[in-house]
């Protein structure tokens, strides 16, 4: 992702035109070409301000040519640009018949992007227990804001998901043709789903992994996630008990190894190297990111057993620092701030401090785990109110909407699933049952051949298909 310094800020000219609508192609890693699209900030205002949509594109190679396959990695903060510009050679392989076109939404990376304070680090982030006070963390959350809205200006308020969607439809026409395709993870499947909601008959087919449900704004206070999150680690706790080789069995397995580890870091942090620390919080952090994938869960043991051997917490602060956007020279790229600013441009709500603390307490107090970092959020308080909160109205498609949910994902749990299929209206739910965050083309083997079919043939599964994966223990 673009480090933050780099990224363009919003133009201040204005223009009477609706968009400029025109992409110029340059040549970008290697087989890929990247361009910027003028598209105004506040479409509420065909006469306002303008802000740029940074596009790569991967042609196809081909025939028959089936049209753009828009990507979106999820987030929000996630980079488009880079999820499609980094692996273009690999995008041209899978989906040979496809222009692959990825991009970084409004407010982030290499876009016109929200800019706040990235001067941090993560080792003093806190986790809290019951009865801790918590005023400081809003006093800490009133400045940074303020300092958002100071570097960020007039685009901090139209960062939200509808604007994005609208955006996509600027690249679809600028690229000039009738419909797209669209895969969209986590986050990605709340932009599609608006986007299929504001124009479906502009969609050959969409994919929408790892559902969010639209109802789940951050001032829900929902379990749904943190049980999740809660469900995940028993099911890695459960496959790491029938393993022998896992090495947390020989600290009284995975319960055991992992409370013992949270009580090291409640009495002190552990050094990591560069003058930095992991901190309880990062620990807690680390854990649920292991969670997102099972490929990760090895790194999730040798980081249980780092900490409670050698006192160290390096495997951790890794896996932290991939998950927050930390780059090799120690500065971080915008996507938490992107992350925290458009879930607030899409959530109407703005709880008082109490209500916050209240509500975070009554959900950490259900989660024996993860509790002691949910406990800490403090939402969107002092963030402006949403001027243009999330759209959700059903699609009429003439092919309807892909959704797949996976069982053991902490982060889009299978309960949000339904939730979406209800909000797209025209979809179909396909589930597999495994592990990990995202499904197609990442953690499942079981659901491949459906989705190529769907994409490429525009075959629809039966509605509620499921599948099951090879199992990760022999």
Same mark, same amino acid.
């Given at each position: 992702?673009?480090?933050?310094?780099?990224?363009?800020?919003?133009?201040?000219?204005?223009?009477?035109?609706?968009?400029?609508?025109?992409?110029?192609?340059?040549?970008?890693?290697?087989?890929?070409?990247?361009?910027?699209?003028?598209?105004?900030?506040?479409?509420?205002?065909?006469?306002?301000?303008? !802000?740029?949509?940074?596009?790569?594109?991967?042609?196809?190679?081909?025939?028959?040519?089936?049209?753009?396959?828009?990507?979106?990695?999820?987030?929000?903060?996630?980079?488009?640009?880079?999820?499609?510009?980094?692996?273009?050679?690999?995008?041209?392989?899978?989906?040979?018949?496809?222009?692959?076109?990825?991009?970084?939404?409004?407010? !982030?990376?290499?876009?016109?992007?929200?800019?706040?304070?990235?001067?941090?680090?993560?080792?003093?982030?806190?986790?809290?227990?019951?009865?801790?006070?918590?005023?400081?963390?809003?006093?800490?959350?009133?400045?940074?804001?303020?300092?958002?809205?100071?570097?960020?200006?007039?685009?901090?308020?139209?960062?939200?998901?509808?604007?994005?969607?609208?955006?996509?439809?600027?690249?679809?026409?600028?690229?000039? !043709?009738?419909?797209?395709?669209?895969?969209?993870?986590?986050?990605?499947?709340?932009?599609?789903?608006? &986007?299929?909601?504001?124009?479906?008959?502009?969609?050959?087919?969409?994919?929408?992994?790892?559902?969010?449900?639209?109802?789940?704004?951050?001032?829900?206070?929902?379990?749904?996630?943190?049980?999740?999150?809660?469900?995940?680690?028993?099911?890695?706790?459960?496959?790491?008990?029938?393993?022998?080789?896992?090495?947390?069995?020989?600290?009284?397995?995975?319960?055991?190894?992992?409370?013992?580890?949270?009580?090291?870091?409640?009495?002190?942090?552990?050094?990591?190297?560069?003058?930095?620390?992991?901190?309880?919080?990062?620990?807690?952090?680390?854990?649920?990111?292991?969670? &997102?994938?099972?490929?990760?869960?090895?790194?999730?043991?040798?980081?249980?057993?780092?900490?409670?051997?050698?006192?160290?917490?390096?495997?951790?602060?890794?896996?932290?620092?991939?998950?927050?956007?930390?780059?090799?020279?120690?500065?971080?790229?915008?996507?938490?701030?992107?992350?925290?600013?458009?879930?607030?441009?899409?959530?109407?709500?703005?709880?008082?401090?109490?209500?916050?603390?209240?509500?975070?307490?009554?959900?950490?107090?259900?989660?024996?785990?993860?509790?002691?970092?949910?406990?800490?959020?403090?939402?969107?308080?002092?963030?402006?109110?949403?001027?243009?909160?999330?759209?959700?109205?059903?699609?009429?498609?003439?092919?309807?909407?892909? !959704?797949?949910?996976?069982?053991?994902?902490?982060?889009?749990?299978?309960?949000?699933?339904?939730?979406?299929?209800?909000?797209?209206?025209?979809?179909?739910?396909?589930?597999?049952?495994?592990?990990?965050?995202?499904?197609?083309?990442?953690?499942?083997?079981?659901?491949?051949?459906?989705?190529?079919?769907?994409?490429?043939?525009?075959?629809?599964?039966?509605?509620?298909?499921?599948?099951?994966?090879?199992?990760?223990?022999?």
């Amino acid at each position: 992702m673009a480090v933050t310094s780099e990224v363009p800020q919003p133009t201040t000219s204005a223009t009477t035109s609706t968009v400029a609508g025109s992409l110029a192609w340059k040549d970008c890693w290697g087989v890929a070409e990247c361009a910027d699209l003028t598209v105004l900030m506040d479409y509420a205002n065909p006469s306002g301000e303008t !802000v740029s949509i940074a596009v790569v594109r991967v042609a196809a190679v081909e025939e028959p040519y089936l049209g753009p396959l828009f990507l979106n990695p999820g987030g929000p903060g996630g980079s488009g640009l880079d999820m499609v510009g980094e692996f273009a050679d690999l995008w041209s392989m899978v989906f040979p018949q496809f222009d692959v076109v990825g991009f970084d939404p409004r407010g !982030v990376g290499a876009s016109s992007a929200v800019l706040c304070p990235t001067d941090y680090d993560t080792d003093d982030k806190q986790a809290f227990d019951a009865g801790d006070d918590l005023s400081a963390l809003f006093v800490e959350q009133l400045d940074y804001v303020e300092q958002c809205q100071d570097l960020s200006g007039e685009l901090l308020l139209h960062v939200g998901t509808n604007n994005a969607a609208r955006d996509i439809d600027e690249m679809r026409s600028a690229l000039g !043709v009738e419909q797209i395709t669209y895969l969209g993870y986590s986050y990605g499947t709340r932009l599609g789903a608006v &986007y299929a909601g504001l124009f479906p008959d502009r969609v050959r087919a969409m994919v929408l992994d790892g559902p969010l449900d639209p109802a789940e704004q951050l001032t829900k206070f929902s379990s749904v996630q943190g049980d999740g999150f809660e469900s995940a680690w028993s099911r890695f706790a459960a496959d790491c008990r029938a393993d022998a080789a896992c090495a947390l069995n020989e600290f009284g397995g995975p319960e055991a190894a992992f409370f013992a580890a949270d009580a090291l870091l409640e009495e002190q942090n552990f050094l990591v190297g560069e003058g930095r620390e992991l901190s309880r919080a990062e620990f807690v952090f680390g854990v649920g990111v292991a969670l &997102y994938s099972p490929q990760s869960w090895p790194d999730l043991v040798e980081g249980v057993v780092e900490v409670l051997e050698e006192r160290q917490g390096n495997i951790f602060q890794g896996l932290v620092d991939d998950m927050i956007g930390r780059q090799p020279d120690g500065s971080y790229d915008n996507s938490n701030a992107a992350n925290l600013l458009i879930n607030c441009a899409d959530d109407p709500g703005r709880p008082s401090q109490e209500e916050i603390v209240e509500a975070n307490g009554a959900l950490a107090s259900t989660l024996p785990h993860f509790g002691p970092i949910f406990r800490g959020t403090t939402g969107c308080f002092g963030v402006p109110a949403a001027v243009d909160p999330l759209l959700s109205m059903p699609a009429d498609m003439a092919v309807p909407a892909l !959704v797949i949910a996976m069982e053991g994902d902490p982060a889009t749990p299978m309960a949000w699933a339904e939730g979406l299929r209800a909000a797209v209206g025209d979809a179909v739910l396909i589930t597999t049952d495994g592990d990990g965050h995202g499904a197609f083309l990442s953690n499942s083997e079981c659901v491949t051949e459906v989705v190529f079919a769907y994409l490429y043939l525009l075959v629809v599964p039966v509605d509620g298909w499921s599948c099951e994966e090879p199992a990760l223990y022999g």
